[in-house]
């Protein structure tokens, strides 16, 4: 006869208590801003404000801050919005949220890189079927660890810029995809790949100030003024 054993369990982790049915019928209570925080973080953690901003406090602490972005679109919805998320997922401890989100603005980074270098050959436009014979694939469809190589070796980007993206993919390599990752200088390593994501951005927007006015990076520029978005001054008065 073999022995009953017994084992640690979570009852129902993934569910939202408030919400589900039958349980929400039971309790017939207006679902609060409580509860929301208590599903979206860890059980047992602490969820007070002064934690929480606590380790706001703990990743705000970028070398150089993203203190202003076009108002464009696809730039807020690719790499703003989404980096932000990456910060608010650090204050509930989703760390692999963040780093999960670091690695996406990274790979939006390396594609706009691409597009606004604007890449010749003999003075002719680069098309998709020439990137495919070039490149193997069209650039946007490359894997990460490529993209980075070709913006390398066609002189898109620096060393500094290249060690960032190559700091975000081992990162999100290491936790993402190996069952062997333990965990214990994750919230470290996340912090690390935001860092370096906003450093990315910061690249290729550009927002250095002169005179007390904001400097974009010069293929930003042409890229804003083909969406409608870089206007002279004077055409805001006309």
Request: proline content about 5%; overall charge neutral; aromatic content about 8%.
């Amino acid at each position: 006869m073999v022995a009953d054993k017994i084992f640690p369990v979570y009852i129902n982790p993934l569910a939202f208590l408030e919400v589900d049915e039958p349980w929400a019928d039971l309790q017939k209570k207006p679902v609060t801003h409580n509860d929301v925080l208590e599903f979206i973080c860890r059980p047992s953690q602490d969820r007070s404000v002064d934690t929480l901003v606590s380790r706001y406090k703990e990743i705000s602490t970028e070398p150089k801050r993203l203190f202003a972005a076009p108002a464009e679109e696809r730039i807020l919805d690719k790499l703003v919005w989404p980096l932000k998320n990456a910060k608010a997922s650090y204050m509930i401890e989703n760390y692999l949220g963040t780093i999960a989100l670091a690695g996406m603005v990274s790979e939006m980074v390396a594609i706009l890189m691409y597009e606004l270098a604007e890449f010749t050959l003999n003075q002719k436009p680069v098309t998709e079927a020439k990137q495919r014979s070039l490149f193997g694939s069209t650039f946007e469809k490359l894997g990460q660890t490529r993209r980075v190589q070709v913006l390398s070796s066609l002189d898109f980007i620096d060393d500094e810029t290249e060690s960032a993206f190559k700091n975000i993919r081992m990162i999100r390599r290491n936790y993402l995809h190996l069952w062997s990752q333990d965990h214990t200088e994750l919230p470290k390593d996340a912090i690390s790949a935001f860092q370096s994501a906003v450093s990315l951005i910061i690249k290729v927007i550009g927002q250095d100030i002169e005179d007390g006015k904001i400097r974009l990076n010069p293929a930003m520029a042409r890229y804003l003024e083909k969406k409608g978005l870089y206007r002279n001054k004077s055409d805001e008065s006309a």
